[in-house]
């Protein structure tokens, strides 16, 4: 869980990884329905996710010393407080909307899961070829969702399997990762109402793939 304040210094922390993972961008406003679970996990998911996924809280900051006059606090890792802006929020927002085709934020929690890319010959570290986009209180209204953590617990557990699976089979090379195999085993373990997954999946208002502009 790491709270760095626009996509350049995603970029940044990206460079440092050098294992193929998955990329979690999380959009939750702390005025969100369901933000008090979102915000009260951080914590518990960072210690979770180690090296098979990084999850990005969008908005959020260590510090911004001074940059935005509309700054709240909330809790983070370890028990430091980090500071949150709206201002901040809508400014990355507009930078991944330069980067994506399709994508509006819809206002509400969301995630868009993306594999990083460690092809040298890579512009970015971020991979938005076939981005996937889940929102969140669209699958917990229709009962796709048991809950944010638990279908965040999933995930994390599924990154885990398919970064595992990849190197017993020693078939771990750039990009290999697939986000969307991770997504549908997380549904298959989160599956309240025990929906087909695919049918789930076709709910375009709650999951959507999509290629970058």
């Known amino acids: 869980m790491y709270p760095i304040t626009n996509l350049e210094g995603i970029e940044k922390q990206e460079q440092k990884i050098e294992n193929d993972h998955v990329i979690i961008l999380l959009f939750a406003k702390p ?60 400014s990355v927002c507009n930078q991944i909307q330069k980067r994506l085709k399709n994508w509006r934020y819809s206002c509400e929690p969301e995630l868009i899961i993306l594999k990083n890319s460690t092809d040298e010959k890579s512009k970015s570290r971020l991979n938005f070829r076939g981005y996937n986009y889940i929102d969140i209180n669209r699958g917990i209204n229709e009962g796709y969702l048991r809950s944010y953590s638990n279908f965040m617990e999933n995930i994390i557990k599924a990154c885990e399997y398919e970064t595992d699976n990849l190197k017993a089979m020693e078939r771990v090379r750039k990009n290999n990762i697939s986000c969307r195999n991770i997504i549908e085993r997380a549904l298959k373990e989160d599956n309240t109402l025990q929906k087909s997954v695919k049918k789930i999946l076709k709910d375009i208002n709650f999951f959507r793939s999509y290629k970058a502009a």
């Not at 915000?39 to 969008?58: E, Q, R, V, W």
């Open 31 to 90: 005025q969100d329905k369901n933000a008090d679970e979102i915000i009260g996990s951080f914590n518990y998911f960072h210690k979770l996710s180690k090296d098979y996924c990084s999850i990005y809280p969008i908005g959020y900051s260590y510090g911004f010393n001074g940059m935005y006059s509309d700054v709240k606090e909330v809790l983070g890792v370890d028990n430091k407080r980090w500071q949150y802006s709206d201002e901040c929020f809508i």
